[in-house]
């Protein structure tokens, strides 16, 4: 199986960030299994505004509010997909104890 390289850098940025000097961050460092659960959170929401999106009539929705949902959706998604690639490196590289 191929192992990635650790981060050089502890502290990850996230990709959603819009500065250069980015407010939010992931920590490499910390426990894989809280990585995942954020990771999971963030998936979990963004799937369940789809879901209530697929159930809804948009005959009274503004058209306003699609750019508003689609923001929403890409900050939760690709917040997720960015902890998912950390918390994956994580164990690729965990070695089990001897």
Sequence with gaps: MQTLNPFP???????T???DSPPLI????ANPQDILE???????ASSDLLQTLHC????????EDIPHITHA????????CDLLKVAQQRMLNWKAPA
């Design 9 to 15: 850098n502890r502290y990850r940025s996230l990709q």
């Design 17 to 19: 960030n819009l500065t």
């Design 26 to 29: 992931i920590d490499t460092e």
């Design 38 to 44: 954020a990771a999971l959170q963030r998936i979990r």
């Design 56 to 63: 809804q009539c948009f005959k009274h929705g503004d058209l």
């Design 73 to 80: 959706l890409y900050l939760l998604t690709q917040d997720g």
